[in-house]
């Protein structure tokens, strides 16, 4: 397959490897086996057939040009506040580029600012969401800026005006009012459907996802166990080891709109052997440790911090058959293994998936059996 090769690329910052997949595949197993190679063989990392535009969500900061007055869209230098101008990208979701650029020539028409865009779009269901960020609660014209948007992009199925009226760097903010369609849009992994609103976390490359859920499925060894799938977002790995052989899974979720995403989840999916709390992971599975409950398989997928030592000593007390840790991040995946390998668990199978193609980021799956 030929390369591409990104024209932002030194600009940009959002990629970090200039070099062929192949090399960026050996360079990750390097360092995978740098980080984990102590707790046991690393597999063969799974890389992606075709590894452009596998971004499903697309984020664009907008701002006006102050030489020559224009609109203009782009991404954030990384580590800094610099917008750098980029209408297309090698990794984001081609239509997703598309309709950025489109809002950004009808913001002309419609005299006003977006602070930012985000498009997300399924490309198993087709289904579109785009998020009109702006600080101001008044959209002027929306019912015609919709209409226009529409026009452009019939396959869009719904639109969000989200209001963000602080300096944070998070792009979303608290309010937000559904302009067209449902506020949400579908998605389907491993024969499931998943909703996924403009807040919940979901994963950005669904065809690598399948790869890592299957894997974790897999490892978790599911046969009428009881399951916990902490930090579970909107419950998808959980649903689906409810599907695939579980014989109870319990999810733990911090985010209010994620454990909400997951119970409609589960309704949709005809599950019913599942069942979400919203709380922090470790004051939840604490909580089950003191009160003695039995859990078979504990599956954790925490955000790039990793989880905690007051989570671990919980798993250990529990004392589960078996771990299966998801994780986006081996430096803290290689701190959170070093701990609980001191408290009867053993390294089995150790799996890097590549969800992150040109980033320097990598997923990785462990299994751990409990031992004597
Ligand atoms: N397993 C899910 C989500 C993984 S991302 C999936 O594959 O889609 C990590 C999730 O952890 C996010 O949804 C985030 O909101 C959640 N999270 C972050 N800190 C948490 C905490 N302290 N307790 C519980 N969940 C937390």
Redesign the pocket.
């Known amino acids: 397959m030929p390369e591409k090769k990104c024209k932002f690329y030194k600009k940009c910052g959002g990629c970090q490897l200039d070099m062929p997949y192949e090399a960026q595949l050996e360079y990750k197993m390097k360092l995978e086996q740098k980080l984990l190679g102590k707790f046991g063989n690393v597999s063969p990392i799974i890389g992606m057939y075709y590894p452009y535009h596998y971004r499903n969500k697309v984020q664009a900061a907008f701002y006006k040009d102050a030489r020559s007055g224009q609109i203009l869209s782009g991404v954030y230098q990384s580590n800094s506040k610099k917008i750098v101008p980029v209408d297309t990208c090698m990794i984001e979701d081609k239509k997703a580029d598309e309709i950025i650029q489109t809002i950004r020539k009808l913001t002309k028409d419609f005299r006003f600012l977006p602070r930012h865009v985000l498009v997300k779009h399924s490309p198993n269901t087709n289904e579109i969401m785009v998020v009109v960020v702006t600080d101001s609660p008044i959209l002027p014209a929306k019912k015609n800026f919709c209409k226009a948007l529409k026009k452009a992009h019939p396959e869009i199925t719904t639109i969000i005006h989200n209001i963000n009226p602080y300096d944070t760097s998070l792009v979303l903010g608290p309010r937000e009012e559904i302009l067209f369609g449902l506020g949400y849009i579908t998605d389907k992994l491993l024969g499931c459907t998943f909703r996924i609103s403009a807040k919940?976390?979901?994963?950005i490359n669904s065809t690598q996802t399948e790869k890592l859920y299957t894997t974790a499925l897999k490892y978790a060894d599911l046969n009428n166990k009881t399951v916990l799938?902490?930090?579970?977002?909107?419950g998808?790995?959980g649903i689906l080891a409810a599907k695939h052989g579980a014989a109870q899974v319990i999810g733990?979720?911090?985010?209010k709109s994620?454990v909400k995403d997951a119970i409609q989840n589960a309704k949709q999916n005809q599950i019913k052997n599942i069942h979400f709390c919203n709380?922090?992971?470790?004051e939840f599975i604490t909580e089950l440790a003191q009160n003695k409950e039995t859990v078979d398989v504990v599956i954790l997928?925490?955000?790039r911090a990793g989880s905690t030592e007051a989570f671990l000593d919980a798993v250990a007390a529990l004392s589960p058959q078996k771990i299966v840790y998801?994780s986006c991040n081996p430096e803290t995946l290689q701190r959170d293994l070093d701990y609980i390998t001191k408290k009867h668990y053993k390294v089995t199978a150790i799996q890097p998936v590549d969800m992150f193609p040109h980033t320097t980021h990598i997923e990785t799956v462990v299994s751990l059996d409990f031992c004597i």
Not at 200 to 203: A, E
Request: negative net charge.
């Open positions: 919940s976390f979901y994963q799938d902490a930090y579970c977002g909107t998808t790995i733990v979720e911090l985010e994620a709380a922090d992971a470790t997928d925490p955000p998801v």
